[in-house]
């Protein structure tokens, strides 16, 4: 099972700016949290936190049940360089093995990048360059890393961005598997119609955590603007 | 060495190698440039990708203040190693902590120390000049065949073994940290200390190689096969071991040719000269791919 989160009194300030006034929270496991909230609400800045990418103020306890795995990351629109000589497979190497990629041929590794390649549906794309992906192919690749931690501890910021519908079944299907394979999923998303779909808990953020609950309690108890923007930004 | 000087010798008084392999300092150039072809090859591409090109330029330019430095403290001018290499690294460190602690634009700041330790190394060369022949500087900042000792191609091979075990070690996370920071900090990875372990390895790197390149053109050779393999290389492999291939063939000519034709001209400018030939090659392989 995933790990309960606890979020005490934590807070962000950058220089000057708050970005984040003291959030009080509980993740628990086997549910999917939607963390909601217009564009610079500081979403993003509270899963960094979580993952300890950002210095922050208050505690951030992680209780696993059983035995800790590693946290399974999935970035927002990442981009690469266009003309990098690295393929997909080289990079899910570089996460797979500690070895330098050219050095060795590792063929047991290279089995298990394409299997994890295929579950996002990139196996044929094997051989393509990063900088040569679509938006929605780094995407998927950005899952398919992911998946390689075999983690029950899942962050997900904006992992639907650019994705076709095919592709966005796919995650879909591997989310409610993790979902039921009981881990712990924070998910950073603009959809209301799948935050309600899929959401156990909504929190919604801005500038602080102003609400949470159910999706259909903080969403339709929302303020107007606020949705209006969230959907329109989807 | 001393029976590998002596097979070159034998082999060339056979007929088997041309006459400039009577010259032990020869033998020991090439086995020199056989270690600091791959070891900069290799390091390349990790420049490249992280974008250090600039960095590790200006890391060898301080070599001109290291070298007046350490001949002023009263290093011997022919191998002033220790100022070279304490320099170089309090450069790159110095330039490093900045970057990190300021917004400043990276190749900004690499400007302004590029150009403040040429400008201190210019006004130190004056008093430099009043106690060795400044001539003998050229050695060390362009490179000389004649000057690779048996105790400088033991310290090449520790420093070979040393940056070995980085790549085998550190290049998998370094490549995944050059792409996405963020994620490659939530797997575990230092990136402080693993970009720290590089400069500290470019500075070594450039004290290593002073013989036979000299300090001055180090920075080129990190750069230059690495940029050549990268416009014709199609994946990672392909871009590390081309590196590999252009900086080794470029070292081993560098050596060879000036001999060979008795040109007086440093073995660093003539290996430069030939990498960027061999940057002109791959940017026709490229382009003639580009219409086949």
């Known amino acids: 099972m995933g790990p309960q989160i606890q979020l005490e009194s934590m807070s962000l300030t950058l220089g000057r700016v708050e970005i984040l006034k003291p959030v009080t929270a509980l993740f628990q496991p086997r549910q999917l949290h939607a963390i909601v909230g217009p564009n610079g609400a500081g979403k993003t800045s509270l899963m960094r936190c979580v993952l300890g990418l950002m210095p922050h103020k208050g505690e951030i306890r992680c209780v696993w049940p059983g035995k800790a795995t590693p946290v399974a990351y999935v970035p927002q629109q990442t981009a690469f360089e266009p003309a990098l000589p690295v393929t997909v497979e080289e990079f899910m190497l570089t996460t797979l093995t500690r070895l330098p990629v050219q050095l060795l041929r590792r063929t047991r590794a290279r089995m298990r990048v394409i299997e994890l390649l295929r579950r996002v549906g990139l196996e044929h794309k094997g051989h393509l360059q990063l900088g040569s992906l679509s938006g929605g192919e780094r995407q998927r690749l950005m899952f398919a890393q992911a998946l390689e931690r075999d983690s029950l501890f899942w962050c997900l910021d904006e992992p639907m961005t650019g994705l076709d519908t095919d592709a966005q079944a796919l995650i879909n299907q591997e989310i409610s598997l993790l979902r039921r394979q009981g881990a712990t999923l924070l998910v950073i998303h603009h959809d209301t119609d799948w935050v309600r779909r899929y959401a156990d808990q909504v929190w919604l953020i801005d500038g602080g955590l102003k609400r949470a609950g159910s999706a259909d309690a903080v969403l339709q108890l929302n303020l107007t603007p606020l949705r209006d923007e969230m959907e329109a930004y989807a | ?292």
């Not at chain 2, 033991?154 to 050059?178: E, F, M, P, W, Y």
């Open chain 2, 1 to 292: 060495m001393d029976s590998l000087r002596q097979t070159a010798l034998m082999l060339q008084e056979l007929g088997w190698l041309p006459a400039m392999f009577q010259y032990a300092f020869l033998t020991n150039a090439l086995v020199a440039a056989c270690m600091i072809g791959p070891l900069l090859g290799a390091l390349g591409p990790l420049v490249v990708v992280k974008r250090l090109a600039f960095f590790s330029e200006a890391v060898g330019h301080a070599a001109l203040t290291g070298v007046a430095i350490g001949i002023l403290l009263g290093e011997p001018a022919t191998e002033p190693l220790v100022s070279l290499f304490c320099f170089c690294t309090l450069f790159a460190l110095l330039l490093h902590w900045i970057k990190s602690r300021t917004s400043i634009p990276y190749d900004a700041l690499v400007g302004v120390f590029l150009s403040f330790s040429i400008a201190l190394g210019a006004a130190l060369i004056l008093y430099v000049a009043k106690k060795v022949n400044v001539h003998i500087l050229e050695n060390v900042l362009f490179g000389s065949i004649l000057t690779v000792k048996d105790r400088d191609l033991l310290v090449l091979a520790s420093i070979c073994a040393a940056a070995v075990l980085l790549i085998i070690r550190g290049s998998n996370q370094a490549l995944l940290a050059s792409l996405l920071p963020e994620l490659a900090r939530t797997r575990g990875i230092n990136l402080r200390l693993y970009d720290y372990l590089f400069i500290l390895m470019i500075a070594l790197v450039t004290v290593a190689s002073v013989k036979v390149v000299g300090a001055i053109l180090v920075g080129a050779l990190l750069l230059i096969p690495a940029t050549s393999a990268r416009l014709i290389s199609r994946t990672g492999r392909e871009f590390f071991w081309l590196s590999v291939l252009f900086s080794t063939v470029s070292c081993l000519l560098g050596v060879l040719l000036p001999m060979a034709g008795a040109m007086p001209v440093p073995s660093g400018a003539a290996i430069v000269i030939i990498a960027s030939g061999g940057f002109v090659l791959a940017l026709i392989i490229r382009t003639w791919r580009s219409f086949a």
